[in-house]
């Protein structure tokens, strides 16, 4: 348990699907990112809120939709995702002044058929 | 654009020590990190350098080089439970995310 909490931890989706990944974090933390890793790949930044506002999209495709409903949780919405998309997402929190420290969930790993 | 560079594999034997090197070439500098992250687990942040120097934590320490834009990690005493891949990132500035290297996955055998 490393103080940020994702879930689901696997998740199986057809191409067709709509489905949601949660990120929750009881830190204290105001600041909250999404992330992608893939093999081979370094982490890639998707989203970034600071006291609940997005701050940060880095190119993401419109298939994925970021909500931040309060500085607790964070969630990721996804639909008509593509098999390139199959990845694990993780989720990570920190003081927005101290970004150089997360803390990350465990991430979800997202298979998309 | 933004980069950082890393080894992608080094293996080593236990007791050695072993240092895993960090270049990077970003727009902007304010630090770097280090994280450790085991096979089907979440990275964990290892350490932290904004200044020039060595930070000891430990086993671990690192080392910063902002003239040199470079920067590495080095782990002492190695055990079997230190193998795990370890990423670099990288902060442009105060309060913005980091951007990662690829990582370098370390084997320890006994």
């Known amino acids: 348990e490393t103080g940020v909490t994702q879930t689901p931890r696997h998740l199986v989706m057809g191409m067709t699907n709509k489905k949601s990944l949660k990120c929750e974090q009881h830190?204290?933390?105001?600041?909250m990112y999404w992330y992608k890793q893939s093999a081979k790949k370094p982490l890639e930044l998707m989203f970034v809120y600071n006291f609940k506002e997005q701050t940060e999209n880095n190119s993401v495709p419109s298939r994925f939709s970021p909500e931040c409903p309060n500085s607790s949780h964070l969630f990721l919405h996804l639909h008509t995702l593509q098999p390139e998309d199959s990845a694990l997402y993780l989720c990570?929190?920190?003081?927005?002044?101290?970004?150089?420290?997360?803390?990350f969930g465990s991430g979800t790993r997202l298979t998309v058929v | 654009g933004q980069s950082l560079e890393q080894p992608s594999e080094v293996t080593a034997v236990e007791g050695a020590i072993v240092q895993i090197n960090c270049t990077y070439q970003?727009?902007?500098?304010?630090?770097l990190s280090w994280y450790q992250q085991h096979d089907g687990g979440a990275p964990t942040f290892l350490s932290y350098n904004g200044l020039d120097g060595l930070e000891e934590t430990g086993r671990f320490s690192s080392f910063l080089s902002r003239s040199d834009s470079y920067g590495y990690l080095l782990l002492q005493e190695l055990q079997m439970k230190d193998s795990a891949s370890y990423f670099c990132a990288v902060s442009s500035r105060a309060g913005t995310a980091l951007i990662f290297g690829k990582g370098t996955t370390l084997s320890v055998s006994s």
């Open positions: 990570a929190s920190s003081q927005a002044d101290r970004t150089y420290g997360y803390t």
């Open positions: 970003t727009s902007g500098f304010y630090g």
């Open positions: 830190l204290g933390h105001n600041a």
